[in-house]
């Protein structure tokens, strides 16, 4: 099991600490740095003490300190002269990273130690994942040493940067590969049925349980739970999810004894828990309990390097062979901004498959890149409009975008981008006169005949 906690470049600023530094300064002596973790450390003037201060104002057994998720317990043992923090004599307290602690004229400051580090894989691939940038091989190092643990691992990452293709690369990496891997989207559950979908519940527990639900944890017991966009788990919510991570037994809705489940949890959200916790939107315990192992996925555009072998993996997913890849497509693919990442990346390669006829080789695909609309994907939604109107903003975008990929794709062909739309002529066709893609003939009602 790793207990001191991994973490990627990415996050090994923000993840939770697992270990701390205490830095004791005593007059006219060098300083001494002790680590704390999960065993108290006592200070005094005894012996029998973990650090040994020589100064006639401390006590034989003077302070306590401990790490735990929530930071340092600082605990006085009864001193003669105190134990001083912030200018004012403590009893216990828990402080965080920075904070320095006095001893009579001895200061302590305790530090975060950093995440440990791994040198990057040698490996260009981690099941499904797929790379060479070096950031991709920081990551395939960390879940290579994760993977055969049983460790909780927090994914962060954007939209369509593959999160759980990555949760599906532990779970096969694992010991625990044959048993079952359970997905829940915690983004797609209300809020009153979140606890039902998690723990299960007896019937008749509510009005409409009509039957026994066994919950995700019990259906994953022996496997892997992947709880996707955990950042949207209401506060009660989290409290519940910490409590059944801790004891390993879930309590179902209306049963009278909790049940026993032996699973494996990955996380995953594209929200920076670090951020919410410190808003108080995120519990920090349930934080630190889940980023035993922490990492972030980068987004596509991080990593144009890595486009020739993810292209390559979606062909050999497809049975086909892409020959170079190579060539004005690749150049263009270079220049693109890939704000849906490697999903956005799979769906371009699955129209050009569909709308390039026989033609499946990379270099002869025909590409529907439209680089100047995706920069400003994002700039879309106008908080200043009322809903109703940025609404309404944001689906003619989308609308625009559509037709314009799908009809360009299709050569200008409007039966061959109808059918693969799954419209009519007429509407498409409205469509496109409607955004001026095409010019509007003069007569007022144009005739449904063949396209040529």
Same mark, same amino acid.
């Given at each position: 099991?790793?207990?001191?906690?991994?973490?990627?470049?990415?996050?090994?600023?923000?993840?939770?600490?697992?270990?701390?530094?205490?830095?004791?300064?005593?007059?006219?002596?060098?300083?001494?740095?002790?680590?704390?973790?999960?065993?108290?450390?006592?200070?005094?003037?005894?012996?029998?003490?973990?650090?040994?201060?020589?100064?006639?104002?401390?006590?034989?057994?003077?302070?306590?300190?401990?790490?735990?998720?929530?930071?340092?317990?600082?605990?006085?043992?009864?001193?003669?002269?105190?134990?001083?923090?912030?200018?004012?004599?403590?009893?216990?307290?828990?402080?965080?990273?920075?904070?320095?602690?006095?001893?009579?004229?001895?200061?302590?400051?305790?530090?975060?130690?950093?995440?440990?580090?791994?040198?990057?894989?040698?490996?260009?691939?981690?099941?499904?994942?797929?790379?060479?940038?070096?950031?991709?091989?920081?990551?395939?190092?960390?879940?290579?040493?994760?993977?055969?643990?049983?460790?909780?691992?927090?994914?962060?990452?954007?939209?369509?940067?593959?999160?759980?293709?990555?949760?599906?690369?532990?779970?096969?990496?694992?010991?625990?590969?044959?048993?079952?891997?359970?997905?829940?989207?915690?983004?797609?559950?209300?809020?009153?049925?979140?606890?039902?979908?998690?723990?299960?519940?007896?019937?008749?527990?509510?009005?409409?349980?009509?039957?026994?639900?066994?919950?995700?944890?019990?259906?994953?017991?022996?496997?892997?739970?992947?709880?996707?966009?955990?950042?949207?788990?209401?506060?009660?919510?989290?409290?519940?999810?910490?409590?059944?991570?801790?004891?390993?037994?879930?309590?179902?809705?209306?049963?009278?004894?909790?049940?026993?489940?032996?699973?494996?949890?990955?996380?995953?959200?594209?929200?920076?828990?670090?951020?919410?916790?410190? +808003? =108080? %939107?995120?519990?920090? &315990?349930? @934080?630190? $309990?889940?980023? /035993?192992?922490? #990492?972030?996925?980068? *987004?596509?555009?991080?990593?144009?390097?890595?486009?020739?072998?993810?292209?390559?993996?979606?062909?050999?997913?497809?049975?086909?062979?892409?020959?170079?890849?190579?060539?004005?497509?690749?150049?263009?693919?270079?220049?693109?901004?890939?704000?849906?990442?490697?999903?956005?990346?799979?769906?371009?390669?699955?129209?050009?498959?569909?709308?390039?006829?026989?033609?499946?080789?990379?270099?002869?695909?025909?590409?529907?890149?439209?680089?100047?609309?995706?920069?400003?994907?994002?700039?879309?939604?106008?908080?200043?409009?009322?809903?109703?109107? +940025? =609404? %309404?903003?944001?689906? &003619?975008? @989308?609308? $625009?975008?559509? /037709?314009?990929? #799908?009809?360009?794709? *299709?050569?200008?062909?409007?039966?061959?981008?109808?059918?693969?739309?799954?419209?009519?002529?007429?509407?498409?066709?409205?469509?496109?006169?409607?955004?001026?893609?095409?010019?509007?003939?003069?007569?007022?009602?144009?005739?449904?005949?063949?396209?040529?």
């Amino acid at each position: 099991m790793i207990l001191t906690g991994l973490a990627t470049s990415a996050t090994k600023g923000r993840t939770a600490p697992r270990s701390y530094s205490l830095h004791v300064q005593v007059p006219g002596q060098p300083s001494r740095q002790v680590v704390l973790g999960a065993r108290p450390v006592v200070l005094g003037a005894h012996s029998s003490c973990d650090v040994v201060l020589e100064d006639p104002q401390i006590s034989r057994r003077h302070a306590e300190l401990l790490a735990g998720p929530e930071g340092i317990r600082v605990k006085d043992l009864g001193s003669t002269n105190g134990t001083w923090w912030q200018g004012s004599r403590l009893t216990e307290v828990v402080v965080s990273s920075g904070a320095v602690i006095q001893l009579g004229a001895v200061s302590a400051r305790i530090s975060a130690n950093d995440a440990p580090s791994v040198p990057p894989s040698d490996r260009d691939h981690f099941g499904m994942m797929a790379g060479k940038s070096l950031g991709m091989r920081e990551l395939f190092a960390v879940l290579e040493l994760a993977s055969p643990t049983d460790a909780t691992v927090l994914i962060e990452g954007e939209s369509g940067t593959g999160k759980e293709v990555t949760a599906r690369a532990i779970h096969d990496a694992s010991l625990r590969a044959a048993g079952p891997f359970v997905v829940v989207d915690c983004s797609a559950i209300s809020e009153s049925l979140i606890e039902s979908h998690l723990f299960g519940h007896v019937r008749g527990a509510f009005t409409g349980a009509e039957r026994e639900r066994k919950g995700a944890f019990v259906e994953a017991t022996g496997g892997t739970l992947f709880l996707d966009e955990l950042g949207e788990l209401p506060l009660a919510a989290q409290a519940k999810l910490l409590r059944a991570l801790e004891a390993r037994t879930v309590q179902p809705v209306g049963a009278d004894r909790p049940v026993a489940v032996d699973v494996r949890l990955v996380a995953a959200t594209h929200r920076d828990l670090a951020r919410m916790v410190a +808003a =108080k %939107e995120f519990r920090f &315990d349930l @934080f630190y $309990r889940l980023a /035993v192992v922490h #990492v972030a996925l980068p *987004a596509l555009r991080q990593r144009l390097e890595d486009l020739p072998n993810l292209i390559a993996v979606f062909y050999r997913a497809r049975g086909l062979a892409p020959g170079p890849i190579d060539g004005p497509n690749l150049e263009r693919m270079h220049q693109h901004s890939w704000p849906g990442n490697v999903r956005e990346l799979r769906n371009v390669l699955e129209r050009a498959w569909a709308l390039s006829g026989t033609a499946t080789a990379f270099r002869e695909l025909r590409l529907w890149l439209d680089a100047s609309i995706s920069g400003q994907f994002s700039e879309v939604v106008d908080s200043s409009l009322t809903f109703k109107e +940025a =609404k %309404e903003r944001w689906n &003619d975008h @989308f609308e $625009r975008r559509y /037709v314009s990929m #799908v009809f360009s794709a *299709a050569g200008n062909n409007v039966t061959r981008a109808a059918e693969h739309a799954g419209l009519s002529r007429r509407h498409l066709r409205e469509l496109l006169y409607k955004h001026a893609l095409i010019e509007r003939p003069a007569e007022s009602v144009e005739p449904d005949e063949p396209d040529a």
